[in-house]
């Protein structure tokens, strides 16, 4: 009689260190019965009734993780029907799986080709790479933690809400904020309607779910705080900051900032799209922005042989946002409370340069009350910063420094004693 294929069954736990960790199930009765919750955790056996059954199986080579909707006897009887269906090359478990000779997914009776969502992913994050960078990092980070936390899925279109709300569920155990959670659902969702960006598969567009969050409303920068950063800065961190301050940049934009951006005569500074960087505006409008003199000044007086203001070698400098949080950290800025990842890890900003206090958008922040504070309008400023609502920009404005003198003196002013 014929051995029948191997499927091992596992329990999906998370470890000490809250990383997704596959466990080997330990059986009571061989092939027959499970110890139900327990499982082999480095070779020691544990109890994890809260972990989920797995099946871990091949055919024709390629290895299939696949979910167990059930306890430890649905986990049972689950392997012995997919032992069976292995065992036959034409039951109906192999026609959905690829086929090694050609390399690409068989097709279901009826159905459009699949398509596996490795290689999806591959050619997405190429094409993206070539339009954007910056994105692409993001959207490597979202893929990739994807992937670990739905291992079983093997084609995109095998993709549902559900697997979007394992994910979520995820993120959330790590520590991700509303925000950053509803970013990353987006980052994929976006990845599974973009039919261009991907390779042949036909975009899915009934795959989503909404994170609700609480927008966080804009802080700039405290004069203190600004003081305090100018103190622990080298001249040129120093020429950052002020070239940020004055001009309302985006780090992108910043990191592709070049001299001849500047016009002297009409004293400002233009924002615009450059091909051989791979850079684009946000909404891909040009804008222009008025400048201080100073900082004119200061920009003629830096210039040197490169054309890009901050640059590695030539190249945009990529890193700003790592630069600012190096420099708080050396200077003994950082706030000490938060947590943030450094090398896939996560660690007090009292030991590590990831102060979530210090970032380069509060910049923009400043840029916005200050020019409003000398008189400018909320539409001219929407203008300057870029920003395609005015409600956006309107958020900007309303959080100003509730604890300056000018509004003590507006507060007890209108106060009526008693």
Sequence with gaps: ??????????????????????CPAIWERKNTKLKPGWCLVKGIPEEHPEG????????????????????????VALRSQRRDELAHPKGSLAKYLPDPASGTAAKKPGAPEQYRLEDEIKVYLTNVEKL???????????????????PQIIYVDEIKKQHLQTFDTILKERGDE???????????????????????????EN?????????????????QELENLFRVSSDDDKMLWRFLLGTGYREAEASVAEYTDVNPEKRTIAVMEKRYFGFKPKDSEKRVVPIPDELIAQLKARKNGCSLVFHKNGHPDGHLLRRLKNVAFRGGLN??????TQNGKEVSCADAPVCQKWIL??????????????????????????????ETTLRYLAVGDDTSEEVRSIVNGVHVGL
């Design 1 to 22: 009689m014929a051995k029948k294929p191997a499927v091992s069954i596992y329990i999906r736990i998370r470890n000490a260190e809250r990383k997704q960790q596959y």
């Design 52 to 75: 989920t059954y797995n099946l871990r199986y091949a055919v024709n080579g390629v290895y299939k993780w696949e979910a167990v909707d059930g306890d430890a006897e649905s986990a």
């Design 132 to 150: 954007a960078p910056r994105t692409h990092t993001n959207y490597k980070l979202t893929l990739d933690q994807f992937q670990q936390a739905c």
């Design 178 to 204: 509303d925000r950053t959670r509803a970013n990353k659902i987006q980052h994929f969702v976006t990845f599974l309607r973009n039919k261009e960006g991907r390779r042949a598969g036909p975009p899915i």
């Design 207 to 223: 795959v989503s779910i909404r994170i609700k969050y609480v927008e966080q409303a804009p802080e700039a920068y405290t004069r």
């Design 335 to 340: 706030c000490g409370k938060c947590a943030g």
């Design 361 to 390: 958008h509060r910049f923009r922040k400043n840029f916005a009350t200050d020019r409003h504070d000398g008189g400018a309008s909320a539409r001219k400023i929407q203008k300057w910063l870029g920003h395609s609502s005015l």
